[in-house]
């Protein structure tokens, strides 16, 4: 057998285009479709006309973006190094490169663009027939926050540490108006070591008669060495923290991350988090619609998505059927349904439980057993006797209702039902005709039949963006970091979807009705506006 000749170092007579190197069906071919779909005049313009170094394109930034996600990549120094190694990456950016700085800056800045970008993916996957919109599901999962457990503090200990620090500030400033010829950054002959900064902060916990914690002794070590800039930056962090302490209604906040909270994950640990909330297409797999929340529980995120749903969508389509677990089973959100028209399906406690398998103690006598009568406001007992509404308190900051006045002093099963010696009274959160309706809908055939598709609709996304792309703990941090972290793994999903059902061929969708709108380019707009600006001032424009 032949050996060939080793050819590295050899130069090109004529140098191949980069394009040259891009297999025609690899799904960076459909970012450059869907971002260039996009119309970005509005955030482009305010660059234009400006003096100093040309900002990057920002097409191209969100392009590199995209295809970052898809790989499962979040880090803006990968994807500086991919820029200058990955032929992909070096195609995406024009042969340009982006610092990590300039990408992590243009991820800050622009997350309404980010949210563009997903919201064209559903738009897209709707118009190409992708979208089947017979069953949308909604669920929630736990994310792990880009923050530790140990570096918590509690209200007392945050005053702790500002007040130690407002008093080193005081005395700072008595001995600058003392001996003031510093220069103001440098640190003090007292602590221009770190074992000094040490036994400083052993001074500190001995007058404070108590040892200090870990993520204490390391904020006051971080004022204590840093510069004026740096002190300034501790104290607003502090503050912060304080601040979000007292929106959370937590016990303790993330120093790191004061905007993530406690929450239990399906592995039982209680761990700093995030909660993100997806709707996703049963037909498809495609997400419609995602947000990322700091409730602990999904109760209240069944109209946010529901509203998100619509938008994203142009309103639901009719006949849609949407369904929910447990978590999201309350009585105002069942109204809503109710008022919205939508065909939904969410199981109460006792029936998720025997979804699940589980054996649902068999009591006849339970609430579930009697009969509201709506039109009347009051309950019908298994034996016919009457329990009307007569009290009525607060519980956790919602009205409760409690129904009794049945003739239990008659009932031979008095003993078995209420006690001995004791009347029956049953308590409700109120909207106990919409309660009733949907428990008998999910006791149906047709509505456990429905129901099941839930699980093989928003399971296996949320499978496959902590698995393949690798989101099982957030890099960024505060709520609307983590949101646009979140937005660009779910068009990532997405992307994939659509390249995989369009056989990785764009010019699939060129066939299809809707997809010249949807596709079209903006750069005929943009030539226009540039073309008046040129009358105008013919040589001060450098766009």
């Known amino acids: 057998m032949a050996l060939r000749t080793d050819r590295i170092g050899q130069s ?29 005049w509005s955030i482009e313009k305010r660059y234009r006309c400006q003096p100093g170094h040309p900002a990057y394109p920002r097409r191209m930034l969100l392009r590199l973006m995209v295809q970052a996600a898809i790989d499962g990549m979040f880090s803006s120094r990968k994807i500086d190094r991919l820029a200058q190694e990955n032929v992909i990456y ?29 919201k064209k993916t559903v738009l897209i996957a709707k118009a190409a027939g992708v979208l089947q919109l017979g069953h949308l599901s909604t669920d929630g999962t736990k994310v792990k926050a880009n923050a530790s457990n140990q570096y918590t503090l509690s209200k007392a200990e945050l005053e702790t540490i500002r007040r130690i620090i407002e008093q080193g500030i005081a005395v700072d400033e008595e001995e600058d108006r003392l001996y003031g010829d510093r220069r103001g950054d440098e640190l003090p002959p007292e602590l221009n070591t770190q074992e000094k900064i040490r036994r400083k902060i052993k001074e500190i916990e001995e007058l404070e008669g108590k040892p200090l914690k870990q993520a204490a002794k390391k904020i006051l070590r971080q004022h204590l060495s840093g510069s004026q800039q740096q ?47 997806i709707t996703v297409d049963h037909g498809s797999g495609i997400i419609v619609a995602n947000d990322v929340t700091q409730d602990c529980i999904d109760r209240e995120q069944l109209q946010p998505q529901m509203e998100k749903t619509e938008e994203n969508l142009g309103g639901l389509p009719k006949g849609v059927k949407m369904s929910w677990d447990n978590g999201y089973f309350s009585g105002q959100n069942l109204h809503y349904l109710e008022e919205k028209g939508v065909d939904g399906y969410i199981p109460d406690g006792e029936q998720a439980t025997a979804m699940k398998g589980k054996q649902v103690p068999d009591d006849p006598y339970a609430k579930d057993q009697f009969i509201y009568d709506e039109t009347q406001d009051r309950f019908i007992c298994p034996q016919g006797r009457m329990l009307t509404r007569k009290g009525e308190y607060i519980h956790n900051g919602k009205p409760v209702y409690a129904y009794y006045g049945a003739p239990c002093e008659s009932c031979l099963v008095r003993a078995v039902c209420a006690g001995e010696n004791r009347w029956k009274m049953i308590t409700s959160y109120g909207f106990e005709g919409e309660r009733q309706r949907m428990a008998v809908k999910m006791r149906s055939e047709e509505g456990k039949e429905e129901y099941r598709k839930r699980s093989e609709t928003v399971e296996w996304p949320f499978g496959d ?23 660009l793994v779910c068009t990532g999903h997405n992307l994939k979807i659509l390249w995989k059902k369009l056989d990785g061929k764009i010019a699939m969708l060129e066939k299809k009705k809707d997809m010249r709108v949807i596709l079209s380019s903006n750069t005929s707009s943009v030539l226009d506006i540039c073309s008046k600006c040129i009358k105008k001032i013919p040589r001060k424009l450098n766009c």
Request: charged share 25%.
């Open 12 to 40: 090109w007579l004529f140098p191949p285009r980069i394009t040259d190197f891009i297999p025609g069906d690899h799904i960076c071919n459909l970012v450059v479709a869907v971002v260039g779909s996009l119309n970005i």
């Open 90 to 118: 070096m195609y995406l950016a024009g042969n340009a490169k982006p610092d990590f700085r300039t990408l992590c800056n243009f991820r800050r800045e622009h997350k309404e663009l980010i949210e563009t970008v997903f």
């Open 231 to 277: 002190k300034r930056h501790v104290i607003w962090k502090i503050k912060n923290a304080e601040q979000k302490l007292m929106m959370s209604g937590q016990k303790v906040v993330s120093v790191s991350d004061p905007e993530a909270r406690f929450m239990v994950n399906k592995k039982k640990r209680i761990e700093l988090s995030y909660n993100p909330q």
């Open 465 to 487: 963006i902590k698995q393949n792309f690798g989101l099982r703990e957030f890099l960024t941090r505060g709520l609307q970091g983590v949101r646009t972290e979140h937005n």
